[in-house]
């Protein structure tokens, strides 16, 4: 299974962004989607996530600003970031939930980081 992260950048306070993580692979199925950031020197922090059964859950400072989604046909999860903050500055990481087998045994798979910059 890989996950290729895409759409960061440089980008002024207030902004927005889109991330994009394309997926492929050999997938049984698919547990859960999510974005997580870190930033040097703390630890990775989950961002948004959103279940097969497309429940979504954000990070407190998130809600309201960043919206999660997925498009099955494209293999493909989003994060649209809006109203962009300097604290938002991190690397951030799709991550897939991957269930391979019957038995509901899962596997953490990690795209590669695509770095995002809110600065003036």
């Known amino acids: 299974v890989q996950l290729q992260a895409s759409g960061g950048g440089l980008v002024q306070p207030g902004g927005s962004l889109r991330l994009s993580c394309l997926y492929s692979?050999?997938?049984?199925?698919?547990?859960?989607m999510g974005w997580y950031r870190q930033v040097p020197g703390k630890q990775r922090e989950l961002v948004a996530s959103v279940t097969n059964s497309g429940r979504t859950t954000y990070a407190d400072s998130m809600k309201g600003r960043f919206t999660i989604s997925r498009d099955n046909a494209k293999n493909t999860v989003y994060l649209q970031m809006n109203s962009l903050k300097p604290e938002d500055t991190a690397v951030y990481y799709c991550n897939l939930v991957v269930v391979r087998n019957w038995d509901h045994e899962t596997d953490d798979y990690w795209g590669q980081g695509t770095q995002v910059t809110v600065s003036s």
């Open positions: 692979g050999n997938i049984f199925a698919i547990d859960a």
